[in-house]
């Protein structure tokens, strides 16, 4: 069994950044695509972002695109997410998930990874 534990959420002012980070535990996940979501008071969760096991390839939702990066650091189990010019639509709890049976673009596309993380909450203000 996969444990996930988001890491770095905060109060940001607009136009600010932050980093998130995702750590393993249990299992590597070095293998894994992994990805970012997340979800605002009253809304649906919604993808972010995400990076196949490698590295190579990384998917962006194009609400974030060119303002957020994806990376991963497998001798660390570590995923993260760096957020610039944070904006308050932005605000919304983030959480880490992924797992074995999909790739990458399955998460951009709509998949639903395997393992969830509790989230970190992320609040933008204006």
């Known amino acids: 069994q996969v444990q996930l534990v988001e890491s770095g959420g905060g109060l940001v002012q607009a136009g600010g950044s932050l980093r998130l980070s995702c750590k393993a535990s249990g299992r590597t996940v070095s293998s894994y695509a992994m990805a970012w979501f997340r979800q605002a008071p009253g809304k649906e969760r919604e993808f972010v972002a995400a990076i196949s096991w490698s590295g190579a390839n990384t998917y962006y939702a194009d609400s974030v695109k060119g303002r957020f990066s994806i990376s991963r650091d497998n001798a660390k189990n570590t995923v993260y997410l760096q957020m610039n010019s944070l904006k308050p639509e932005d605000t919304a709890v983030y959480s880490c998930?992924?797992?074995?049976?999909?790739?990458?673009?399955?998460?951009?596309?709509?998949?639903?990874?395997?393992?969830w993380g509790q989230g970190t909450q992320v609040t933008v203000s204006s």
């Open positions: 998930a992924g797992g074995i049976r999909s790739s990458s673009r399955d998460y951009y596309t709509g998949g639903v990874p395997d393992y």
